[in-house]
């Protein structure tokens, strides 16, 4: 991709090596409008693009076998190597349940919003045949959006096991939030910036959001809009006991560390 602009804008161009070949297509489930709009758009990119390969999840693949039995179904661990670009049907949930699909790098992603809420949502399903054609001949400028890469430990530096299995690391898009539970009083949780201490946050948790995220959880708990070109994590207090604990935006090269107090629940 080359940067359009890139210091002030944050824009780059698609620029295919070569026209793509496979698009996934993910939809919110269990709704009319967003099956209708599946139906539409696999149909029109199999008559218009027949060399395009049309790749769905399998629950989707199987409702759908009689009115789209051109679509593919491949295995989860594919989806990184094969899938060129992909499109979300939906809301904002559509989008982070996309972005849990790829654990390490994301294609491209063309959102239509279709969902209740839109914060991420670029384009209207109304507009989606020159859409689908700008992005299939390289015309389309591309927003970069940053992950959180995530691992969970002990207190001992030892990989938390659940059922005798260590949690992976995870890449998460909004945030990570470490909180109270169940637990009716207040937890204490250190915070590690770089290795270097930060703060001891007394409250009902701590919320680390990427500026995608910003308009989550953490604008929920107080914290602002950050702009997904302004590369920053947003650091937020839940309900915290000091008046003087804001939100911190700190740089998003950071390698943040929480560790739940030892006194805490």
Not at 163 to 175: S, W
Not at 221 to 235: N, R
């Amino acid at each position: 991709m080359r940067s359009i602009d890139k210091e002030d804008r944050g824009l780059f161009t698609l620029q295919w090596k070569q026209q793509p070949r496979n698009v996934l297509i993910i939809k919110k489930p269990n709704d009319v409008n967003t099956e209708n709009a599946l139906i539409e758009t696999a149909c029109w990119l199999h008559q218009h693009y027949p060399d395009v390969n049309i790749i769905v999840e399998p629950q989707v693949a199987e409702q759908f076998s009689e009115k789209l039995p051109f679509v593919y179904v491949i295995s989860k661990e594919e989806y990184t190597r094969t899938v060129d670009f992909a499109i979300t049907l939906g809301g904002d949930g559509t989008i982070l349940h996309l972005s849990s699909l790829f654990p390490k790098a994301v294609p491209p992603v063309i959102c239509f919003s279709l969902g209740t809420l839109g914060f991420l949502m670029a384009f209207q399903f109304s507009q989606y045949q020159q859409i689908l054609r700008d992005v299939i001949h390289g015309k389309a400028s591309v927003t970069l959006r940053m992950r959180l890469f995530c691992s969970l430990h002990e207190q001992n530096g030892k990989r938390i096991s659940v059922d005798g299995k260590e949690v992976d690391d995870r890449q998460v898009m909004n945030e990570v939030a470490l909180h109270r539970g169940r637990y009716s009083h207040l937890t204490s949780i250190e915070c590690y910036v770089d290795e270097q201490f930060l703060t001891e946050c007394v409250a009902d948790g701590l919320i680390v959001a990427t500026p995608t995220g910003s308009t989550a959880y953490s604008l929920s708990a107080g914290g602002p809009i950050v702009h997904p070109t302004v590369q920053s994590i947003v650091l937020t207090p839940i309900c915290p006991r000091s008046l003087s604990f804001r939100t911190v935006l700190l740089p998003s090269s950071s390698t943040i560390k929480m560790r739940v107090g030892w006194d805490a629940p």
